[in-house]
């Protein structure tokens, strides 16, 4: 009934940690598989022995849950020690989902991070075990997210062919809100990206190469990673200066359509400023475009970040 008091709070201790190539929540893809080349190195706690990942490699794909840490809306159930949420550390019922353009649908009707208990639940490929490492690859978690779980992917019980979704949940929904026609780099930039990218130190570095950083890169803005009123203000053409950071001389900025040739396909909007997403612990830089394309201009490394 109404009045009957809910299930008691229940707290446990995440088994490790996930050391991702998302080094924030913007950029961080929207589901798992979306971006191929996103590495994440699980680290479990001293506590877990490493025999409890024996047998895993046998395996293509795994589950990882995980908590929402990052949330800007606190922890939700999970705060005071997993008892009743504290004041303010509300959840909305209702969300605002991006492939709908802002509608909004029952949360727990969506994937929304913002969720009465923030767990999260991502599939991946297991690229490699190693003692009390795991290496993931396709994974959508932001750097530093506590795992409370892994659990190996069975087809034959979980792959369920006739399954149905809504239509906005398809690979491509019409009328996509999210689609990036084409994803070009100013001249040089992918250079720059690869040097910055190979000054990082061994935490950061989780791609297998200065390329396949910049084809991380290319994945990610593959699709609309901005927050639904970024992407409302750009196209109203409304003020984007909220938008822009300080940078140092080591950052490549495009200036005009001279300096890069390639932005004469992408027709760049100079009226907006550079947009920025941190990879990896590399600030790259980027600007939209008309037809709803991308251009990658430049980057930096940042010794620190904040979610």
């Not at 075990?129 to 932001?142: L, Y």
């Not at 910055?196 to 084809?215: N, P, Q, T």
């Not at 196209?235 to 490549?252: P, R």
């Not at 900025?253 to 907006?272: F, G, I, M, Y």
Request: glycine residues 8%.
């Amino acid at each position: 009934s109404a009045s009957s008091p809910g299930p008691p709070p229940m707290a446990f201790t995440p088994i490790g940690v996930a050391r991702s190539c998302f080094s924030q929540r913007n950029g961080t893809p929207r589901q798992p598989l979306l971006v191929p080349g996103a590495r994440a190195r699980i680290e479990l706690a001293p506590w877990v022995p490493p025999l409890a990942l024996d047998g895993l490699d046998g395996y293509s794909h795994c589950w990882v849950l995980y908590i929402f840490h990052a949330n800007t809306d606190g922890l939700g159930a999970l705060d005071a020690s997993l008892g009743p949420p504290k004041p303010g550390a509300t959840f909305r019922a209702k969300v605002r989902v991006p492939r709908l353009d802002g509608k909004k649908m029952g949360v727990l009707a969506t994937r929304s991070p913002h969720r009465p208990v923030p767990i999260g639940l991502s599939i991946a490929k297991v690229e490699s075990v190693t003692g009390r490492i795991v290496v993931i690859s396709g994974a959508d978690i932001v750097d530093g997210s506590p795992v409370v779980d892994i659990k190996p992917y069975v087809p034959f019980c979980e792959s369920i062919p006739d399954a149905v979704a809504p239509i906005w949940v398809q690979v491509e929904a019409p009328n996509e809100p999210l689609h990036i026609s084409l994803v070009l780099f100013c001249d040089g930039a992918k250079d720059v990206l690869r040097k910055i990218w190979m000054e990082g130190s061994g935490h950061s570095r989780l791609s297998s190469s200065g390329d396949a950083f910049v084809e991380l890169v290319f994945q990610v803005l593959s699709r609309d990673i901005r927050s639904i009123h970024k992407r409302t203000q750009f196209e109203l053409g409304g003020d984007m200066s909220h938008c822009t950071s300080d940078h140092t001389d080591d950052t490549v900025q495009l200036q005009d359509k001279e300096d890069c040739p390639a932005a004469d396909a992408a027709e760049v909007d100079h009226n907006t400023h550079e947009l920025h997403v941190i990879l990896e612990g590399v600030e790259v830089a980027y600007r939209m475009c008309k037809q709803r394309q991308v251009m990658v201009t430049g980057g930096r490394r940042v010794s620190e970040y904040k979610y």
